[in-house]
């Protein structure tokens, strides 16, 4: 066994990080699953009991146990919680990884989902965007609204399809060149930027934004147009080999050398991103070219306040209306970065908007990354919990940094009939740029 | 999972009463039901049970008098003396889903509750009334009002406001024998014969399930103002402590820290606190803005006669809110330094709060322990954590050997094992040094009146 696999295996795993949960309880609070059911199994504590039952031996890895690990979010904010540093979201991927391994949830439905999900499509960038071609010829022919109609579908399938987001007409490299220079900056910093798979796919509009802000800026842009997925949504899912594979692409696809920052924009994506070192044993080729490019992924709200970014200019004369926005925190943003205060930053630096706190704003919206497919009913539980917060503060707009979230409660405020847009905060920047003096609300034109 | 000595079918004939929703019997669903916050204590239930009723409860009850089986009711588990772990036979009963406010009477100043609710909910309900619930144990925002009822919990505000007992104007109970009993009222005061609800506080779930509870609120302070000093020795710190009690000042908080926690909770969540002196207070006045002004003067005096290095009033709430939030952590965070970490709240008469102090520093000395201390130093309940390590019996030993040279010691000083904690299963065995037998045998004879056929809790804080 190598020293990756003994990191993501609950039986070979440090047993210092498994005992270090004391129990205290301090997660409850803090753990969306416990605070829906009240049962202690569904708590970061419970989990983390069973996971040391199945180290020391004293349990085997059971379907149940397999079930519940699915059951955690993987939201993290137990770990932001934790007041003992226990390294949650080690225990959490080494579970998972076993769980697969073993086999134990395997049945037909689910091996040909997460087969052609996670091993095939979402392996090469090629593949996705032909995937992405065709979907978008299916949404343009107005196939999705005529399946949808369809009486004899299972409620379920519909369902399904509906999550189904709408693909962006363009795609990130027809957005964004290789290199691109500021023009009415100087040239201050030299930038990669990723672009990712959802986001290529359905945000392309997001990640030339991105490009637009850090230009305005003074940073030189790279974007490699073959990127492909990052593998957090492999590491998240038990499949760290694949992880492996994925994160050696991207380590070859940037001249990591030359660059002062590689910069992300999707909080999923970023938590992942800053740890590339941890996929390869130490001492090895992949292991220092990974541990170059961990010192130098930002999440882009992150970057943008480390060099001091130019906050959009008001206009001199008229007086416009303001709009009222708020922010949730994705959780792989809040806790698994530590990100909370920059993005806040950002907003509040922007002309005409009033920003409004929203209450638990660093609970999950139950959308976490497929999550929301695989447990339904917790996901929407969690998603109407949200919805009700962010219609307490008449917001216009709600702000959020990742995808799944952007895309999950835009879902969520239709469901509930609420005209409330859903932006990801560096396009309201993005939009600040370029306000126009229009005598009303500038952000909601 | 059925326990090997315990009968099957005694078992098939719970399972066939409740829906398999409220009752939980799998492997995986008990094991995460076999601790709560103290260390090295485990063992599972024979199932867990969430009740829906009183009947429910009552059922059980029969049930496990017929089947030599016993109850444990328990809230959120965070009970740091082991009174919430099962033990032989256990049925645990989770009065968790029973969190709802029932009424709340701001014309009476009193609020009704079920059992499972947090006390931040409590805190919080009081609040909107701008009015206010002082009991603020550590795990505030997850235990339950039935489990601080249960240990008689106490918190950062004991010296001025009191403990949970000071807040408990009555109560609904379960007795073992299956009667349903109020005890206490709405009342301020009350000479009806023997203060019955005041037995069940602090009793460990060991006489009566409770079901309902009656809070008394009292009004919110108008103003706070908190004070960080910090001193070279920890000493000082002590005698200021005791200085400022002598001097008839009573401050809503008056905690102390040592150099260990400090540097714990400043690498969970730095809140400011000076990592390079030996101990710190942490002084809170609240009341009236005249009042607070004038104490907050009267202690900065006080500090000053001992020599502190530095004294620093927090400049806003949210600064306040800080230290407090970080002084919160403290036990947590200490697992830091070690992979098993033991919390002890042995309490003694403010006036030998130094005293106590320098024989903890010696006693970690002989034995060679490390033992970081924090404490409610205004009410002189002191947090001794010892640092050990389950895997290494050798340590562990000796951390118990100095653990109860501490346990002695304070009751030496006409102390107490335990403050705030409960005796649980962690300190049952000193409590024979605290008491008198005949003391002693009282305590047990009011176990056997109330629960003859030992239902529920059996073995906690004595056998």
Known sequence: MNKLSAKHSLLSLDSTIIQKCIHCGMCLPSCPTYQETKIERNSPRGRIALMRAIAEKRMDLTASFAHELYFCLGCLACQTACPVGVDYKTLFEASRQDIEKSKILNNPLRLLARTFLINYLFLSSRRLRTFGRLLRIYQRMGLDRFFKSLPFLPAKLKDMLAQIPSIAPHFSFELIPPRELPINTPTRWKVGLLTGCIQDLVFSKINRDTADVLLYNGCEVICPPEQGCCGSLHAHNGEMETAERLAKKLLAAFPIEELDAIITNSAGCGSHLKHFSDLFPPGTFWRKKAEAWDKKVYDIHEWLIKIGFSPPQAFASTNQSHTVITYHDACHLCHGQKIKNEPRTILQSLPYVQFIELEESDHCCGSAGIYNILQPEMAHKLLNKKVEKIKKTKASIVCTANPGCLLFIEKGLKKHHLNIQTIHPISLLAKGYKLKDTGSSPFLQ | ?463
């Open chain 2, 1 to 463: 999972m059925a326990s090997l000595s315990f009968p099957n079918e005694a078992l098939r004939s719970l399972i066939d009463h409740f829906p398999e929703s409220s009752l939980l019997i799998s492997k995986e669903d008990l094991i995460p039901y076999s601790f709560d916050a103290t260390a090295t204590f485990y063992h599972a239930p024979l199932a867990v049970l969430f009740p829906s009723s009183i009947e429910d409860i009552l059922w059980v009850l029969q049930w496990a008098k017929s089947n030599h089986a016993c109850i444990l009711p328990r809230g959120s588990g965070t009970s740091l003396s082991g009174a919430a772990v099962p033990q032989k036979n256990s049925i645990v009963l989770s009065m968790t889903k029973w969190n709802k406010i029932l009424e709340t009477d701001p014309d009476n100043l009193t609020l009704l509750v079920e059992p499972g609710i947090t006390t931040q909910a409590v805190q919080e309900e009081a609040a909107k009334f701008s009015l206010f619930y002082p009991p603020d144990p550590g795990s505030y925002k997850i235990s339950t009002i039935g489990g601080n009822v249960g240990h008689n919990s106490g918190g950062i505000r004991g010296l001025k406001y009191g403990v949970t007992r000071n807040y408990v104007l009555g109560m609904e109970v379960v007795l073992p024998n299956g009667q349903v009993v109020w005890l206490g009222n709405k009342c301020v005061k009350d000479s009806a014969g023997y203060s019955l609800k005041d037995l069940f506080i602090g009793s460990e779930g060991t006489l009566g399930i409770v079901t309902k509870v009656l809070l008394r609120l009292i009004p919110k302070p108008q103003e706070r103002q908190v004070i960080l000093a910090s001193f070279p020795t920890l000493e000082a710190a002590s005698e200021a402590t005791s200085a400022i009690i002598k001097a008839a000042l009573i401050p809503s908080a008056l905690e102390f820290l040592d150099q260990k926690t400090i540097e714990c909770i400043e690498a969970y969540s730095p809140a400011g606190f000076p990592k390079e002196s030996q101990a710190v207070l942490l002084i809170e006045s609240d009341g009236h803005p005249q009042a607070v002004q004038d104490e907050i003067i009267r202690i900065s005096q006080v500090l000053k006669q001992y020599g502190p290095l530095e004294i620093k009033i927090a400049e806003n709430p949210k600064q306040q809110e800080q230290l407090w939030s970080a002084r919160k952590v403290a036990f947590s965070a200490l697992a830091r330094k070690a992979p098993t970490v033991l919390l002890e709240d042995v309490t003694v008469p403010r006036s030998s709060l130094a005293q106590m102090i320098h024989k903890i520093q010696q006693i970690s000395k002989t034995y060679a322990v490390e033992i970081a201390v924090y404490a409610h130093m205004g009410d002189g309940n002191l947090h001794p954590v010892f640092l050990g390590d389950e895997k290494n019996k050798d340590l562990m030993e000796k951390v118990f050997r100095a653990m109860k040279e501490i346990f002695l010691y304070a009751i030496k000083l006409g102390g107490t094992v335990t403050g705030e904690h409960g005796v649980g299963l962690a300190k049952k065995e000193f409590l024979a040094y605290q008491y008198k037998s005949e003391e002693f045998q009282l305590l047990k004879n009011i176990k056997k009146i109330l629960d003859p056929d030992n239902l529920l809790n059996p073995g906690k804080i004595f056998d």
